[in-house]
Each structure stands twice: as C-alpha cells, then as structure tokens.
C-alpha cells in the first residue's frame, strides 16, 4: 500500500517544514509587531512607512517574494546569508527571510486590529499615571492586545505553515520538494498527494486547536 | 440593501463558475476509440514551457519538437493540424491526464521508466536525449569530473537534479529553482556555473534567440532518457498505431528535418532514431 515511501525521507522533509515555520513565525512575530507598534505611534513617518509596508507586501504574492529572494538579492546583489558556498543553507536563510517579510505585514494587520479592542480609556489612564507611549504600549495596550487576537494569530501561523511549501520554488528540501521528487520517481500522484496533505492536517490540526483554546482562556472578558 | 447586491453577485459568479467547470466534462468525442478522425478532434498533451520541445508562442501558436512529432503522428492517425487540440500537461499531471482521458496522447518530454510503465503505456521511443550541462561560451567543464565544487542548477525534484546528488557529483552545489527560466537567469549572471537537464531541452533554451551565442553544451552523456510518447494504459491499438506512425516519420525523413529545424542552432549533436521499442538503459 505504502511501499512507495521506501527510501525517501518523509519525516526529515517535513521536519525541515517545521524549522522553516518556526523560525518564520518568530521572526514575524517581533517584525509584525514592531510594525503594528509603527502604525499606531505617533510619528507620522513611522506611522507613513507601516502603512506604506503593509499595503505593498500584503498584496505581493509570495511565491513572487521567495523567488525574488533567490534571484533578486541572491544572485544578482549577491546577498548570500553568510552561505555563499552552499545553496542548501543559503536557500534556506533567504527563504525563512522571505517568509519573515511577507507574514509580518499579516501579523501587523492582526496586533493592530487587536490593539483596537483596547478600550481608549485604558491609553488615556496610562498617559495620566504618567506613562510615555512606549510604556503605554508596552504595559498596557499590548498584553491586552495580544489576548484578543491568538485566534487570529493561529489563522496566521497555520497559512504559513502552509505557504512554506512555496520554499521549494528555491530549492529548499521541505515536503513539497520531495513531493515533487517523489511525483516524479514514482508516478503516483493521488497516494503521494494524499500522504503530504495528511502531513501538513497533522502539522496543523494541533496548532488550531491548541491556539483556540488558549485563545477562550486568554480572552479579555470584558 | 448592499448586502442584498453582494449576496445576488456572488451567486451569480458561483453559478458561472459552476456552469464553466460543467462543460468542461462534454468534450469527450469520437477521439477516443478507432481513430477515424473525420470532423473529430483529438487531445495532445504537451510542454508549454519548453523551447525548442514544447513551447507556447506569445501569438497562442505551438512549436518544438513534440509539438512536431504530436502533430505528424496525429496526421498519420486521421487528424488534420487544426482538429489537434493542445493540452498542458506538467510533469505531475501526465500519469492523471491519460487515466481520465484527458488527452489521448502525451508527447512532453516523457522518459520511459519501469515506474511509469506501471501507470501508463508508451509508443516510442522517439528520441534518444541525455542528461547535459549547459555551459557559458567560455568555460572549461568538459568532464563529469570536473563538476564536484562547481554550482550547478536544476529544477526542484526532477530527475537531473537527484542524479546529480546521488550519481555524478555528490560535492557539488545544487542549487534547484522552479523552472529553467530561473536557471538560466542564474547562469547569465554567474550564480550558478552549470545547468543541468536533457540535452534536448537544454539545446531548445540555448537556440532562442535572446541566448544565442551565450551559451554552449558541454557534451556530457550521464544519463540515457527514452522519450516516449504516452497513451492510456491498456491501449494497445493506439500504441501500435503511433510506432507505425513514428517508424514512417523516421523512414521519410521528418523526423530528421524536425531534430534540425528545432535544436539546430545549439549545436546539439542528437543521436540517431531510436528504434521502436529499444529503451537504452
């Protein structure tokens, strides 16, 4: 039923689709909230380049991005991510880059629509004890901020782990490659298909609920 | 109100969509069974992407290699050029196409392996090509030797780039991109030293014309590819009338004629026609 999974490193592929998603997902993470903190600060020239970056990212698609990375800044600018001599590591680095880039601008747009659940009298009560923003932000609105949107978030971190697979476009072993691999050795598509699409439920499924639940908890009741 | 609008929209795009995937389905006619062409059409998977083998002109015209041997095959079974009705089939979708009858023929760069030859049955083959490097005009790769520390370029989990890693040159550095276009690009800045993939195909992307002179192939035999043209599996009747088909474009000259117009300008020396049913190991 399965033999056509001998010989190819299923779970090795899919482990590397969990480093590429976890590392996306904390470089977004502090990206995108950096972000959202420019979007609502109040220097209009931060507040410009947020807005600018969001609307321009958001509506690229990635797959334009991750290429890019490869063929833009790495062969053409000669950015190699500290690997110039070895295009697995380098594929990698600029792929989690590409990632970072794109998934902040939706990891922004969330924090920003969760900083909006903040009742105002909050920000207002902070600056009145004396806060500057930065602490306001810090201290108050963001905690709070943040309890509102992990369910948002999850969305967020379930479309990446589901957008890494656009990494094989550059050349990065994660699953889709070896689907590819294996489409081609094999000629099975259906069975090869199934298997990688249950890969990525199992990845997934988990991460949704675990997400929705700590979001019940978590939630500001307000 | 505006609710109202949006919901009426949207139904009706569902409904179009719905109703376009519909007539998909009906198009199956007499291409399917004795062959006899008459005022029917039949469906020939090929490459879109794939100078000089299977490309589709900026103007929706078809030409390359398979297009040709696609197009005198169908002749010899009844279909005139403008009853052939062109199919893009990608490399994962050739098994699928000819199991739901998609097409009755692919001729897209399709090796013949033993694992596909559990799927679906082959004529053919009808050209010999094997793995290559395409090189820049100046440079000094002549042997499979010379690869180990060089970068070399392929398309992600095609064969030529897992041949490289297991085969021929393990040290080297395989970067893999989506599509040859990328490959190339990479080449032309000196990213990449080599691309690697069928000679074929390599000699197609060296003879547009924007390459011309840029590139050269570096001759190299590290692997044997059976291009075989793919039918239904179980399909005896049409496998047996495509051999006849391609043994008469071999014996009257086209097929020649077709290997000069199509891969001439790479110096691409091609091997003789491969005879029907022999698949060089």
Known sequence: MFDFLEGYDVL??????????????VGSLIWGTLLAAMRVSPVPLMRGFGTAYVNIVR?????????????????????TM???????????????????????????EAIRSGINTVPLGQAEAARAIGLNFSQTLRLIVLPQAFRSVIGPLANVLIALTKNTTVAAAIGVAEAAALMKTMIENEAQTLAIGAVFAFGFV????????????????LAVKR | MKLRKVTAASAAVLALALSATACGGDSNDDSSGSGSGGGGKIKIGIKYDQPGLGLKEPDGSFSGFDVDVATYVAKQLGYDANQ????????????NALAREDVKLIAATY??????????DFAGPYLLAHQDLLVKKDSKISEATDLNGEKLCSVTGSTSAQNVKDDFAPKAQLKQQAGYSECIAALQSGAVDALTT??????????????????KLAGLKLSNENYGIGVKKGDTATVN?????????????????????????????????????????
Request: proline share 3%; net charge positive; hydrophobic share 45%.
């Open chain 2, 84 to 95: 052939i009705e062109w199919v893009e089939t990608k490399s994962a979708d050739r098994e």
């Open chain 2, 111 to 120: 090796s013949i392996t033993d694992e596909r030859k559990q799927k679906v």
């Open chain 2, 241 to 281: 009338k495509v051999n006849t088909a391609l043994e008469k474009m071999v014996s009257d000259g086209s097929w020649q004629k077709a290997v000069d117009k199509n891969f001439g300008p790479a110096g691409y020396k091609n091997e003789p026609a491969p005879k029907i049913g022999v698949i060089v190991k």
């Open chain 1, 82 to 108: 500290g690997a110039a001599d070895n295009f697995d590591v380098q594929g990698f680095r600029l792929a989690v880059l590409g990632f970072i880039v794109y998934t902040a601008s939706f990891v922004c």
């Open chain 1, 12 to 25: 090795g592929a899919f482990w590397m689709t969990v480093k590429l998603t976890a590392l996306s997902a």
């Open chain 2, 198 to 215: 069928d000679d074929s195909i390599l000699a197609g992307f060296a003879a547009q014309d924007k390459y011309k002179g840029q590139f």
């Open chain 1, 59 to 79: 509506n690229i698609p990635l797959t334009v991005i991750i290429v890019f990375t490869s063929l833009g800044l790495a062969d053409i600018f000669g950015v």
């Open chain 1, 202 to 217: 199992v990845l997934t499924l988990p991460t949704g609920l675990l997400l929705g639940w700590l979001a019940k908890r």
